[in-house]
Protein backbone atom coordinates (compact mmCIF):
# COMPACT_ATOMS: atom_id res chain seq x y z
CA UNK A 1 0.00 0.00 0.00
CA UNK A 2 1.65 3.14 -0.94
CA UNK A 3 0.71 6.46 0.85
CA UNK A 4 0.08 9.55 -0.85
CA UNK A 5 1.88 11.64 2.34
CA UNK A 6 2.32 15.34 -0.55
CA UNK A 7 -0.53 17.26 0.58
CA UNK A 8 1.02 20.69 -1.07
CA UNK A 9 3.52 21.74 -3.72
CA UNK A 10 7.34 20.85 -2.81
CA UNK A 11 10.25 21.91 -4.89
CA UNK A 12 11.18 18.48 -6.67
CA UNK A 13 14.98 19.08 -5.98
CA UNK A 14 16.47 20.73 -3.35
CA UNK A 15 18.37 24.01 -5.22
CA UNK A 16 22.28 23.60 -5.01
CA UNK A 17 24.59 26.05 -3.38
CA UNK A 18 25.66 27.41 -6.81
CA UNK A 19 22.09 27.99 -8.13
CA UNK A 20 21.12 29.82 -4.87
CA UNK A 21 23.94 31.48 -5.08
CA UNK A 22 23.80 32.01 -8.52
CA UNK A 23 20.02 33.84 -7.57
CA UNK A 24 21.28 36.18 -5.27
CA UNK A 25 23.89 37.94 -7.10
CA UNK A 26 21.09 40.38 -7.55
CA UNK A 27 20.27 40.54 -3.86
CA UNK A 28 22.51 43.52 -3.38
CA UNK A 29 22.62 46.71 -1.86
CA UNK A 30 23.02 49.96 -4.30
CA UNK A 31 24.86 52.28 -3.64
CA UNK A 32 23.44 56.02 -4.46
CA UNK A 33 25.47 57.91 -6.46
CA UNK A 34 27.04 60.87 -4.80
CA UNK A 35 28.89 64.27 -5.75
CA UNK A 36 30.58 66.67 -3.67
CA UNK A 37 29.47 70.29 -2.85
CA UNK A 38 31.55 72.47 -5.10
CA UNK A 39 31.21 75.44 -1.79
CA UNK A 40 31.68 73.31 1.20
CA UNK A 41 33.27 70.05 0.45
CA UNK A 42 30.38 67.96 1.58
CA UNK A 43 28.69 64.88 -0.11
CA UNK A 44 25.80 65.15 -1.88
CA UNK A 45 23.14 63.57 -3.68
CA UNK A 46 23.20 65.14 -7.53
CA UNK A 47 20.40 67.79 -8.28
CA UNK A 48 19.89 68.50 -4.81
CA UNK A 49 21.10 71.49 -3.04
CA UNK A 50 23.39 71.23 -0.11
CA UNK A 51 22.06 71.40 3.41
CA UNK A 52 24.97 72.46 4.85
CA UNK A 53 25.57 75.85 3.16
CA UNK A 54 22.36 75.99 0.88
CA UNK A 55 23.97 76.22 -2.63
CA UNK A 56 22.76 75.02 -5.63
CA UNK A 57 24.70 75.51 -9.01
CA UNK A 58 26.61 78.19 -7.22
CA UNK A 59 23.27 79.97 -6.51
CA UNK A 60 21.55 80.45 -2.40
CA UNK A 61 18.83 78.93 -2.84
CA UNK A 62 18.32 77.92 0.74
CA UNK A 63 19.40 81.54 2.19
CA UNK A 64 20.29 79.51 5.37
CA UNK A 65 22.49 82.29 6.72
CA UNK A 66 20.18 84.55 5.89
CA UNK A 67 17.65 83.15 8.41
CA UNK A 68 19.71 82.72 11.29
CA UNK A 69 20.44 86.57 11.40
CA UNK A 70 16.45 87.41 11.48
ZN1 LIG B 1 27.74 72.99 0.51
Redesign the pocket.
Known sequence: MKLNLQLFALPFRRTSKTKKRMRRTHLKKEVGAITT?P????A?RPHRA?K??G?YKNEDVLHLEAEEQK
Open positions: CKCGTLCKCY
